[in-house]
């Protein structure tokens, strides 16, 4: 039997400190629009595509009372189970935008073996984020 759902990916929800602080940095940083504030500061929005950045602060009933603490990081050296990953035309340029705009360098850009270049910063609430090319394929 057929199922009736027809899901789509919605969104990527980041919990950060200053959520605020937090939609402004991606939009210096990585030159994403602001797509929403809301009034209360507990809900910013990006401008990504199909599927929606969010961010709302780590502490909220939602999180605490409902489906519990979010994970916090301890140190800004510690990795968290998501990683933001954004594609650009030029790596290099965005790599150095980012870092001119508080980004915490982890990785420079690299060419990989799959074709496709890649960098690693940290955003203001240590998660890491990848600014890769687009995958080209290889020439045969």
Known sequence: MASKLNPAYAYTVLYVKDVEK??????KAFGINIRRLDNSRRWGE???G??????TPIHQHETDEVTGEVHTFQSKRERG???VCFDYADVDAAYK?????????VSPPEQKEWNQKVGYVRDIDGMVVR??????????
């Open 50 to 55: 199909q599927t929606t950045i969010a961010f």
């Open 81 to 83: 189970p998501i990683e």
């Open 131 to 140: 600014l890769g090319s687009n995958v080209t394929p290889p020439k045969h």
């Open 22 to 27: 937090a939609v402004a940095f991606y939009s």
């Open 97 to 105: 935008r980012a870092l001119e705009n508080g980004a915490e360098a």
């Open 46 to 48: 990006l401008e990504s």
